[in-house]
Nanobody
């Protein structure tokens, strides 16, 4: 069973950038689809981005399309989320998730807080 740990959250000013990392241990990382979700204050959890096992396919939520980029390095067992042009409404707890399919997620990280100040 894979375990996930997110790193890289913090406080940033609007317009700034952050890069989140999600390091995986155990399991067969290279066979897993990976995703980033977030939960904004008072909102439901939402998909931010997802990436297929080999990185050939990526998808983004409408709110982040064009500003965020998801990538992975299977040799390092890590998936990344590069967040640019951050907005206060991007403030959320960001979670990394893994799953055997591109549309289902069975393992979650503990989350990392991202706060964007106006």
């Amino acid at each position: 069973q894979v375990q996930l740990v997110e790193l890289g959250g913090g406080l940033v000013q609007a317009g700034g950038s952050l890069r989140l990392s999600c390091a995986a241990s155990g399991g067969t990382f290279s066979r897993l689809a990976m995703a980033w979700f977030r939960r904004r204050p008072g909102k439901e959890r939402e998909l931010v981005a997802k990436i297929s096992w080999n990185g050939d396919n990526t998808n983004y939520g409408d709110a982040v399309e064009g500003r965020f980029t998801v990538s992975r390095d299977n040799t390092k067992r890590t998936v990344y989320l590069q967040m640019n042009s951050l907005k206060p409404e991007d403030t959320a707890v960001y979670y990394c998730a893994a799953g055997p399919h591109y549309f289902s997620w069975h393992t979650w990280g503990q989350g990392t807080q991202v706060t964007v100040s106006a």
